[in-house]
């Protein structure tokens, strides 16, 4: 299952990934408390994981609805929610809304699986990965986008009721179909990223997402010298938040690590999530963003 792994020395690409983030930074002119922070993302992701169990319709998914809303309207983001129910449950996605222009969608769901799929059916699953690095990435570009170098504007969707799929009738990805087939608006892209914070990342090409958009992301990957998790080889095809908006024509990818074992199991908990992990992601889709039209 696991691919091998590039023989460069850990630190030696570290150090060449710092070397040219600062030179593409510099290039850009970037005050350094602009660039993506790992360690601020991670503490995103312990700010959900204090919340407790996150599932849709439970308090503690309301509450990280409302501190999500509130680190965005902090951070200077409109914001809006998109409420409807879904057996008798009431369901809530949060869009945050910087810039002009053309759309793009930048997603992540944030409801944890109520029920781990091994165990005691009545356990329900953490998320540190699935759900909270997704959340915890998109909110630490809300802080750390350069508003002044974006050439479009910028959504930053928070999808509820994903992960509840096959649970007592229930469908995966529920808030991601809502947003998608109630579009005012047609975004030019989605980029969804879920369960990306596994410290032991491998990001493959996924054959559901759009080759052209991919290809330009795991590029950039290699720009900043992430060759080792952005991986450029199809490994899964997965149904996740960005399949609905690819059925709507747009333009969409998923950025996931699914070779993740605790996935949907007890152990989804905050150690095994890392800052480096969110912190290749965020960067990628950050110089993706600002460096767009350079
Ligand atoms: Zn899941």
């Given at each position: 299952?696991?691919?091998?792994?590039?023989?460069?020395?850990?630190f030696a690409s570290l150090l060449l990934a710092s070397c040219i983030l600062a030179l593409l930074l510099a290039a850009c002119g970037k005050p350094e408390s602009l660039v993506f922070d790992g360690a601020a993302a991670y503490a995103h992701v312990e700010a959900q994981c204090d919340l407790g169990f996150r599932p849709t319709g439970s308090d503690a998914g309301w509450a990280t609805g409302d501190y999500i809303i509130s680190y965005l309207?902090?951070?200077?983001?409109?914001?809006?929610?998109?409420?409807?129910?879904?057996?008798?449950?009431?369901?809530?996605?949060?869009v945050g809304r910087v810039g002009e222009g053309p759309v793009i969608v930048l997603g992540a769901h944030y409801d944890t699986r109520r029920s781990a799929d091994?165990?005691?059916?009545?356990?329900?699953?953490?998320?540190?990965?699935?759900?909270?690095?997704g959340v915890a990435v998109l909110l630490e570009l809300a802080r750390a986008l350069d508003r002044d170098k974006l050439q479009q504007q910028v959504w930053l969707a928070f999808f509820d009721a994903e992960d509840n799929g096959r649970l007592?009738?229930?469908e995966w990805c529920v808030g991601s179909s809502y947003m998608a087939t109630h579009l005012e608006i047609m975004p030019e892209a989605v980029v969804v990223v879920d369960m990306i914070g596994d410290a032991d990342q491998q990001l493959f090409l996924e054959r559901n997402s759009d080759p052209a958009l991919q290809e330009r992301l795991w590029e950039i990957g290699a720009t900043l010298a992430y060759t080792d998790t952005f991986i450029s080889q199809y490994r899964w095809a997965m149904y996740d938040d960005h399949v609905p908006f690819a059925q709507?024509?747009?333009?969409?990818?998923?950025?996931?690590?699914?070779?993740?074992?605790?996935?949907h199991t007890t152990q989804d908990?905050?150690?095994k999530v890392s800052a480096e992990s969110l912190e290749r992601v965020g960067r990628v889709v950050e110089v993706w963003l600002e460096g767009m039209d350079d």
């Open positions: 299952m696991r691919q091998s792994r590039n023989s460069q020395h850990p309207e902090e951070q200077g983001w409109t914001v809006e929610t998109e409420e409807f129910t879904y057996h008798d449950v009431p369901v809530r996605n949060i091994e165990e005691n059916p009545s356990v329900p699953v953490m998320g540190a990965n699935d759900g909270a690095s007592d009738g229930w709507q024509g747009i333009p969409a990818v998923d950025i996931i690590d699914f070779d993740y074992p605790y996935w908990t905050r150690d």
